[in-house]
């Protein structure tokens, strides 16, 4: 049998908040909904008193923004699945923290998953780092800090650290700064798609650069990258010209 996983929902619109609770009941194993609240200060004091595994924490709330309700608390012992219809921007935002959200209207399949990530990650302790960098993403409104699951647990980087990621499969290895690197079971695709508008390129299907630590292109039948760790990053033939660009007007 599951583990019971117990649960809080933070909504203002009541009906979406009993659809969200019936779809929990009906389609997820083991999952009770304990209590719901309609704002931020309901919602600290049920979670004070019950205690739950996971919060469904809509983040549009009369009064104050969802985020606010992590200011309640010194340490964050619960997992938190977002509520949103948030732009493809905030999404992003989200994925890059290693936090989960569900978009409105909140599908079946997309509910299971979040139910079986509660499960896997229940008892991991980092809930408040994760919070502050999807905090500090969303209120830049740009990516400055990415959290990277390691066997450990989450790393969390600031992206100026990243030199460059070098793609295996379903692996890839980050090259940071004071030479340490990171190996962390994503695809290169899925950092590409996350990092693209912030300054990394994809110079090859193997590589994905920081621009901002290319030291040096050199030109050639086999064109190569020179970045600031002194490594070398070959340029995919296709690449060149558009790399070259994207050089110029970083360096600008």
């Known amino acids: 049998m599951t583990t019971l996983i117990t649960a809080i929902i933070v909504e203002d619109e009541k009906r979406n ?5 019936n779809l929990l009941t009906e389609y997820c194993d ?6 719901m609240a309609q704002d931020v200060p309901s919602a600290a004091k049920l ?22 309700l992590l200011d309640y608390f010194d340490t964050i ?20 923290s290693a936090l989960d959200y569900l978009l409105k209207p909140v599908g079946i399949k997309a509910l299971q998953n979040a139910i079986k990530k509660v499960r896997e990650q229940k008892g991991i302790k980092d809930m408040k780092e994760r919070y502050e960098v999807l905090k500090l993403n969303t209120q830049m409104n740009r990516i400055s800090r990415i959290s990277l699951p390691t066997m ?10 990243v030199i460059r990621c070098e793609g295996d499969n379903n692996y890839t ?4 700064q004071d030479k340490t690197k990171v190996v962390v ?6 950092y590409e798609s996350l990092l693209a508008m912030e300054g990394f390129y994809r110079a090859h299907r193997s590589h994905l650069v920081n621009l901002a630590h290319v030291r040096k292109f050199i030109r050639g039948r086999a064109a190569r990258l020179v970045m600031d760790d002194n490594s070398e990053v070959e340029v ?8 070259l660009i994207k050089l110029a007007g970083n360096k600008a």
Do not use: M, W
Not at 17 to 21: G, K, R, Y
Not at 30 to 35: D, G, P, R, S, Y
Not at 173 to 176: D, G, K, S
Not at 236 to 243: A, C, F, H, I, V
């Open 173 to 176: 290895t980050f090259f940071l």
């Open 30 to 35: 083991n999952v009770e909904v304990l209590a």
């Open 185 to 190: 079971s994503k695809t290169l695709g899925d």
């Open 77 to 96: 012992d619960f997992e938190i699945v977002f509520t949103t219809a948030y732009n493809q921007y905030a999404q992003k935002a989200f994925e890059i």
């Open 236 to 243: 995919s033939t296709r690449k060149r010209d558009d790399l």
């Open 152 to 161: 450990e647990g989450l790393l969390f980087l600031r992206l100026d650290e």
């Open 47 to 68: 979670i004070k008193e019950h205690n739950p595994d996971v919060i469904f924490l809509d983040i549009e709330l009369p009064g104050a923004s969802g985020f606010s």
């Open 17 to 21: 908040a009993e659809v969200l609770s």
